[in-house]
Structures are given as structure tokens and as C-alpha cells.
């Protein structure tokens, strides 16, 4: 089953969102997952990771100080409060549950498209 992002919507720049996902994979509460985004004519690029307990988590340059990732294994819940919103973070967010993340680095299958859902869309004015 896919994920399911909810949460976008439109901020003026410096507002704050906070999106979810609901990953109903079994194996979810022991695997890495990760936020991405993607702006249409673009590739989609990796926002934020976080390892299968929380403990560990990993960001974007563009993001990092700003995007704070977290995980609710109880509730197969993957979310992402971002703050300090700008013009450049709108794009449509995805998350996937399908990742390798070790070592600062990570890894995901663009083509697994049973990894991705619909996204949700993010909009920031200026």
C-alpha cells in the first residue's frame, strides 16, 4: 500500500506546516524513511532521512536548521515540521519507507512506485 502525505497547503515566507504520512507497510517501525520533494520540469530531491528508531536523522543542505523530521512507529506515522518557510520549499512533498539511510548517505528507487504516493503540495508566497 502507498503512503499517504496530507498536510500542505499555502504559507506566506516564514510560515510553518507540519506534513504527515501514514505508511501502513509492516515493516515500517524497523526501516529508515525519508521526506522528498519535487518541482514540476524537476527531478525529485531528498529532503530529510531518519533511521528506524528516531535516533539518527539527516538533511539537505537547503533545509537543515529549519526541517525537523520525526516518527511515530506505534502509529506508522512519518512527519516533517518545516519552519522558516521560503519561496524555494514549494514543491509537492513525498515520503517513502523505502530507503537506505547509513552514514550520512542516502539512498532511495525512483522507480518503486509503490514506494511513493500522491504527495501533497506545499506553496509559498513571497
Known amino acids: 500500500v502507498q503512503p499517504a502525505e496530507s498536510g500542505g497547503g499555502y504559507v506566506q515566507t516564514g510560515g510553518s506546516l507540519r506534513l504527515s504520512c501514514a505508511i501502513s507497510e509492516g515493516s515500517f517501525s524497523t526501516s529508515a524513511a525519508g521526506w522528498f520533494r519535487r518541482v514540476p520540469g524537476k527531478e525529485r530531491e531528498f529532503v530529510a532521512a531518519?533511521?528506524?528508531?528516531?535516533?539518527?536523522?539527516y538533511y539537505s543542505e537547503s533545509v537543515k536548521g529549519r526541517f525537523t523530521i520525526s516518527r511515530d512507529n506505534a502509529k506508522g506515522m512519518l512527519y516533517l515540521q518545516m519552519n522558516k518557510l521560503q519561496p524555494g520549499d514549494t514543491a509537492v512533498y513525498y515520503c517513502?519507507?523505502?530507503?537506505?539511510?547509513?552514514?550520512?548517505?542516502?539512498?532511495?528507487?525512483?522507480?518503486?512506485?509503490?514506494?511513493w504516493g500522491q504527495g501533497t503540495q506545499v506553496t509559498v508566497s513571497s
Open positions: 517513502n519507507a523505502e530507503i537506505v539511510y547509513s552514514d550520512q548517505s542516502v539512498r532511495w528507487d525512483e522507480d518503486d512506485i509503490a514506494a
Open positions: 531518519i533511521n528506524w528508531n528516531g535516533h539518527s536523522t
